[in-house]
Nanobody, 124 residues
Framework: QVQLVESGGGLVQAGGSLRLSCAAS????????IGWFHQAPGKEREFVAAIDWSGGRTYYADSVKGRFTISRDNAKNTVYLQMNSLKPEDTAVYYC?????????????????WGQGTQVTVSS
């Protein structure tokens, strides 16, 4: 079992920045890929970014490339999502998720552990 807790959401103006954190506890954190997803009202939960166990490989949705950066600190059992140049369309609940296995997942159904989510609201 892996427990995940997100933090760092809030209200920000367009063009601003936020850093989300995902703190993990439970089983060996370094065994898992960690992904960030977001879900806007009435929409599906969508992939945003993911990182492998070592932090050496990162993956991004096209919509956030060049604006968001995912990183991890295994000593702190924490993954971060630095979000810059935020846009109103980034408004959503952001979730972190953990996936065991040998490859990254881009679909929500490939992740077995989820946090409770943190709200990000970007005003225009």
């Amino acid at each position: 079992q892996v427990q995940l807790v997100e933090s760092g959401g809030g209200l920000v103006q367009a063009g601003g920045s936020l850093r989300l954190s995902c703190a993990a506890s439970g089983r060996t954190f370094t065994s898992y890929y960690i992904g960030w997803f977001h879900q806007a009202p009435g929409k599906e939960r969508e992939f945003v970014a993911a990182i492998d166990w070592s932090g050496g490989r990162t993956y991004y949705a096209d919509s956030v490339k060049g604006r968001f950066t995912i990183s991890r600190d295994n000593a702190k059992n924490t993954v971060y999502l630095q979000m810059n140049s935020l846009k109103p369309e980034d408004t959503a609940v952001y979730y972190c998720a953990a996936r065991s296995g040998l490859r990254v997942g881009f679909n929500r159904y490939e992740y077995g552990y989820w946090g409770q989510g943190t709200q990000v609201t970007v005003s225009s």
